[in-house]
């Protein structure tokens, strides 16, 4: 057994500890507080976005006290911990930034499609039903154009 992952004894707690306040002092912490809540809510209901910006708010709001009561929380202070909390912020950043890729092309894919079936229900009496399908298939990617007259012919059989 490892010793290493086994000791619980109070040194190692309050070491835990200690980086925790370290950490929860720092200026950049509500920095990478709200990184960190903003790579969560990508992709989240509306409910599940409001309770995590409640508790980021209530989050910052203690580590602001806990700064201003122990004194500490100074740039340049730790530059081991500036550095981690510098770099860990960008990643944070940069990670919500391409997990919000695929929800923001599906969003524009979604209302390309959306205004291309309100065009073909606002297309003139001489246009048929047809040739707006066609149409419509034709201008989307081939693999979507190839679902999309899949999911036509099946609701054809219908």
Avoid: W
């Avoid at 809510?41 to 700064?67: F, N, T």
């Avoid at 081991?80 to 940069?94: G, N, P």
Wanted: hydrophobic share 35%; proline share 4%.
């Amino acid at each position: 057994m490892d010793n290493n992952n086994s000791n619980h004894d109070g040194s190692s707690s309050s070491s835990s500890s200690s980086v925790k306040a370290k950490i929860m002092a720092h200026p950049h912490y509500h920095r990478l507080l709200a990184s960190y809540i903003n790579c969560q809510k990508v992709g989240a209901p509306p409910e599940v976005v409001a309770r995590l910006e409640e508790a980021c708010a209530s989050a910052a709001s203690i580590g602001q006290m806990m700064s201003s009561s122990s004194g500490s929380g100074c740039l340049g202070e730790d530059p081991a911990l500036d550095q981690f909390m510098e770099a860990y912020c960008e990643m944070l950043t940069k990670y919500e930034q391409e997990l919000s890729k695929p929800f923001k092309e599906a969003m524009i894919f979604l209302q390309r499609v959306e205004s291309q079936f309100k065009a073909l229900t606002l297309s003139s009496s001489s246009d048929s039903a047809e040739d707006g399908y066609i149409n419509l298939v034709k201008s989307m990617s081939p693999s979507v154009g190839a679902q999309f007259v899949y999911i036509l012919l099946f609701k054809s059989l219908l």
